[in-house]
């Protein structure tokens, strides 16, 4: 019954909550005001828009000592989820079936595990920053602690069930996906895909300044 | 809700715009801006975390704006906005933040944390919660022309003085001048020898300028408090000299906020593009020095360094230039470790320097500055900027620092050729 | 569960298959038990005398190791049944699951017992209210992580040791066999990173914790917790010493033992694999133990927490617990200083023309 549930109506729901929302909120930002600046630009914005969008992958210099810890295990924890997420050999076989109709190598067992442990490691660091640090301990909303919260859960049940015999464990696995998309849209989880306006935004200004940033 | 916080909010309400929803869709509250912020790092008060001072907006935003905010209102939760949530934040705003835009080029996510706090000013002062300095500051301008009172008369006696010692004339309200050139308070009433500096050099320059006695006062305390239409009728006075005298360009003084004020926020105020061009005094400079039109001689010997303006370079683009400028005059400059783009802020932009209550908190943060220098060992530091010149003195000061302050115009016109021509014409 | 079946018995079928039997009496069964093998095993369940079991003792031989000639090419292929796995199945259920479950409880009984019986040591003079800095957010990261690494290690490690017993009777057959197959994945996913946070320990504590004047003073008087006599102490005292060595070569056994054990292929011989398994499961056990005991030390002492939680210790706390390193504490601030000063002089004055070379005037 549960795992009916599960896999039905609950799947296709958190599907639809995850692409509504994200449409609905990139759409936010699309849509809503813009102010047209009338100053006199010094430079074009594009090309500022769309170096900044690249050029904030990396740290600054003199930051870089200061902020060592939110970088290092920032791009551990992203790379490693990222190479869970799309490069996992049961994955790149459900989006084959279900969604794509087609796929791509997938990594070796081994290399999926490395990867999933480099994601445990920056997002258990990430996360302890995140509390430790008095900083981030002040800034940050229960939604933030959430959403760490969530993506251990989602990644630690879909390492519970690497051996894809017990169907318990994939519906728990499946589950917490689907919790996870449900929860994506109203969440800073969303940076995912706003931080490109958001690097793009800036970058113009700057660009229009005639400055690098 | 007392009428106060309704009409911040309101003013709030009107700041929302893609760039918001973008920026705050995106901040992950990772606390890398913090390290980039002086208040922050010489405090080690998280809560001057930059993109902790934009909490009243960004809470409006999540009530009123964000997909959680408007799914919980509809099931009937609204956290209320209370008056404290702006009141609180006066203190954070206006006294632990210059504006320097230093947040705004390290945050990962990209976001433009300087600009979101200008817009937090704008609900703060519509709703009161503005230091009483910055307040008296523009109303005086508004009714005397200059945060400093009525400064006109101190202006033309200076004038007096500088054409009795150099034999050159200011020349006040040409029509069809090539430059129009603003001036800001603090260099009319602190630091004068600014007045003479362009005076000589633009004879020297033989370049076509005016004063305009209706409105040569350049800074802007509407900017400085977040208050729009203050701000827009303080520009309006000198677009309004401008046209009316149909000079071709304004020249913006040294003063980093009033080159913001005029150069980028000017039109936007207006609703309408210039007529007319707007230059930094340090373009026009190293425009004038490239053509071969300023020729020096000479060179300073002291080891020097040169303090970038935050909204002159950070936030204006006027970068390559000054150092240009100093290059040619001086001849042993070192650089601080993070100069240019990312150049730490003296701690008094923004209206930090005129607001007496910050004044403590603007001196501990020089610590910044100090060990930048201390790094450095240089005997004389030069900048562009006159509010910076009076907070970095105050900061050596304070600091028992034996250095030297220079403005960079002053040391241009200083090392100007003798050109006997010139002379009398 | 059928899926083992299937193992078991797609593995003698195997063994049977490849390998040249000398015993007669072995070859003579062979035959006709091979049909029967698959109605053996599931009527082994219903607690039927299963027919196999003659073949079974047949191919055992008692305990001799038989060794015969094979194509397959390994380390261990000309082994048909070794029987060590068999007495390391009996040392496990009779010695280690109950002598260490006894010794887990008895832990836990002896913790319970000092949080009720001995009073909280509360701060000398209360709280004074102002704090000395004691951690820096990286040594609490290091900490806080590896509690996460040890908790999740303990807890997974736990369920494959003591599960079968605990949660069988509770949820049953059904629950148990996905709850093992999760904790035994998630246990060895999670393992290595126990390994960082061993070396993230030793790079932000090791300098804290070599023997100094007053530790052995500190052991005798058990930290001066009966006597109230004051003493000297440094940055950690004898006690937190211990614990972090302790904790130190624990993990070191329990990384190699646990690496041996995630590739046994590099394991030439089965007693091997099995001190390992034994090596690992005893320091797993001592851990645990030590941690209940590392809890409670710190909350018998008030104040000690803070440590961990902000990095911010009261000055009274750090006065009467620590007091020589709340002494160099404070002085060291002023001769850091200094040092700074100076050095950053000598530079300015060793090569006053460097950064002036360097200057963005190109
Ligand atoms: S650096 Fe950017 S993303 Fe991080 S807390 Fe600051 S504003 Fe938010
Ligand atoms: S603009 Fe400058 S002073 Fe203000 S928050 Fe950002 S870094 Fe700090």
């Known amino acids: 019954m549960i795992a009916n549930f599960i896999d039905g109506p609950l799947w296709y729901f958190s599907l639809f909550v995850f692409f509504a929302g994200v449409m609905l909120r990139l759409g936010s930002i699309i849509f809503s005001k813009h102010k047209v600046d009338l100053s006199v630009a010094r430079g074009p914005e594009a090309p500022g828009a769309f170096r900044t969008i690249f050029s904030r992958f990396l740290p600054d210099k003199g930051m870089y000592p200061h902020i060592k810890l939110q970088v290092i295990a920032g791009y551990i924890f992203h790379l490693g989820l990222f190479a869970v997420i799309f490069f996992a050999a049961p994955h790149i076989k459900f989006f084959d079936e279900h969604f794509l109709g087609f796929s791509w190598t997938a990594l070796p067992h081994w290399g999926f595990i490395f990867a999933a442990q480099l994601a445990f490691l920056g997002l258990i660091l990430l996360w302890l920053q995140r509390v430790i640090n008095p900083v981030s301990r002040l800034i940050s909303k229960t939604g933030d602690h959430i959403s760490s919260i969530l993506t251990f859960i989602v990644l630690l049940t879909g390492c519970l069930a690497l051996l894809e015999s017990f169907s318990s464990l994939r519906l728990l696995h499946r589950f917490s996906v689907e919790l996870f998309l449900i929860y994506f849209p109203f969440s800073s989880l969303m940076h995912a895909f706003t931080f490109i306006p958001s690097r793009a935004f800036t970058g113009a200004w700057f660009g229009r300044r005639g400055i690098k940033s | 809700m007392s009428e106060r916080l309704e009409k911040g909010l309101t003013a709030l309400r009107g700041q929302m715009d893609s760039k918001v929803e973008s920026f705050f869709s995106s901040c992950v509250n990772c606390g890398i801006c913090a390290e980039s912020c002086l208040f922050y790092t010489e405090t080690k008060d998280p809560r001057y975390t930059p993109i902790y001072k934009t909490e009243p907006l960004r809470k409006l935003w999540k009530q009123e704006y964000s997909f959680w905010g408007k799914f919980s209102s509809k099931l009937g939760f609204t956290k209320t906005f209370k008056e404290s949530d702006l009141a609180d934040w006066e203190e954070l705003v206006y006294d632990g933040c210059s504006m320097c835009g230093r947040c705004s080029m390290v945050c990962p996510m990209g976001i433009d944390i300087a600009d979101i706090i200008a817009r937090v000013k704008q609900g703060l002062s519509a709703a009161g919660y503005t230091p009483q300095d910055l307040v008296g500051a523009a109303n005086r301008t508004l009714e005397f022309g200059s945060p400093m009172g009525n400064i006109l008369p101190a202006l033309k006696a200076h004038i007096k003085h500088i054409e009795a010692d150099t034999g050159l004339t200011v020349p006040f309200d040409i029509e069809g001048a090539d430059y129009m050139v603003t001036i800001s308070a603090n260099e009319v009433v602190t630091f004068p020898e600014y007045i003479g500096a362009i005076t000589r050099i633009f004879a020297h320059a033989n370049v076509s300028w005016t004063i305009s006695s209706e409105a040569f006062e350049a800074t802007n305390s509407g900017l400085q408090m977040g208050n729009n239409t203050i701000a827009t009728e303080l520009v309006g006075r000198i677009v309004a000299a401008a046209e009316k005298l149909k000079v071709k360009n304004v020249v913006s003084p040294e003063c980093g906020h009033a080159y913001a004020a005029i150069r980028w926020n000017g039109p936007n105020y207006l609703g309408k593009k210039y007529t007319f061009g707007v230059v930094h005094i340090l373009e026009l400079l190293d425009e004038l020095y490239r053509s071969g039109r300023i020729k020096t001689s000479g060179m300073e010997t002291s080891r020097m360094t040169f303090h970038d303006p935050c909204q002159i370079v950070r936030r204006g683009g006027v970068a390559a230039q000054p150092r240009e400028l100093l290059a040619s005059v001086a001849s042993d400059v070192t650089e601080m470790s993070d100069h240019g783009r990312m150049n730490w802020c003296c701690g008094g932009g923004g209206g930090v320097s005129a607001n007496e209550r910050a004044e403590e908190l603007r001196i501990q943060v020089f610590n910044r500055k100090k060990s930048q220098l201390d790094e450095i060992k240089v005997e004389t530091m030069v900048t562009a900027c006159s509010n910076c010149r009076t907070v970095l003195e105050d900061g050596l000061d304070a600091n028992d620092m034996d250095m030297e302050v220079l403005g960079l115009t002053e040391l241009i016109a200083d090392h100007l050729v003798e050109n006997e021509a010139l002379v009398g014409s | ?47 039927v005398k299963s027919p196999g079991s003659d073949l079974w003792r047949n191919v055992r031989q008692r305990n001799a190791t038989i060794s015969g000639r094979t194509q397959v090419k390994g380390a261990k292929s000309g082994t048909l049944i070794d029987t060590k796995g068999n007495e390391w199945r009996k040392v496990r259920r009779e010695m280690l699951v109950p002598y260490g479950g006894y010794f887990l409880l008895g832990a836990l009984g002896v913790i319970a017992l000092l949080f009720i019986f001995i009073k909280r040591q509360r701060i000398p003079n209360g709280k004074s209210g102002k704090t000395v800095t004691r951690m820096s957010s990286m040594q609490m990261i290091t900490h806080w992580f590896l509690v996460v690494i040890v908790g999740f290690m303990s807890i997974t490690g736990l369920l494959l040791l003591f599960g079968r017993f605990v949660i069988i009777p ?126 409670w030390m710190v909350y018998t002492v008030e104040g000690t927490f803070d440590a961990m939680n902000t990095g911010e210790v009261d000055e009274n706390w750090a006065k009467s617990h620590h007091s020589r390193w709340y002494k160099e504490k404070t002085n060291t601030a002023e001769v850091e200083d200094t040092d700074a000063i100076s050095t950053s002089e000598n530079d300015a004055g060793g090569k006053p023309s460097s950064k002036n070379e360097e200057g963005a005037y190109s």
């Open chain 3, 1 to 47: 569960m059928t899926k083992l079946k299937h193992f078991w018995f797609l593995g003698i079928m195997l063994m049977l298959l490849s390998f040249n039997i000398n015993s007669l009496s072995a070859a003579e069964n062979v035959q006709d038990s091979n049909a029967n093998l698959v109605n053996a095993v599931s009527a082994q369940q219903d607690g």
């Open chain 3, 170 to 295: 509770i949820m049953g057959l059904e629950a148990f066999s996905p709850i093992a197959s999760a904790s035994k994945e998630g246990h060895n996913l999670m393992g290595p990173l126990l390994i960082i946070s061993l070396l993230m320990m030793l790079f932000y504590y090791l300098r804290h914790n070599f023997p100094a004047k007053g530790d052995l003073k500190w052991l005798f008087t058990l930290g001066g917790i009966f006597s109230k006599k004051h003493l000297e102490v440094g940055y950690f005292n004898a006690g937190e010493k211990i614990l972090f060595w302790a904790t130190i070569i624990l993990c070191t056994l329990l990384s190699i033992s646990g690496l041996l054990l995630l590739f046994p292929y590099y394991e030439p011989t089965i007693e091997r694999t099995q001190l390992a398994l034994l090596i690992h499961a005893i320091a797993a056990l001592a851990i645990i133990a030590m941690v209940f005991g590392h809890i």
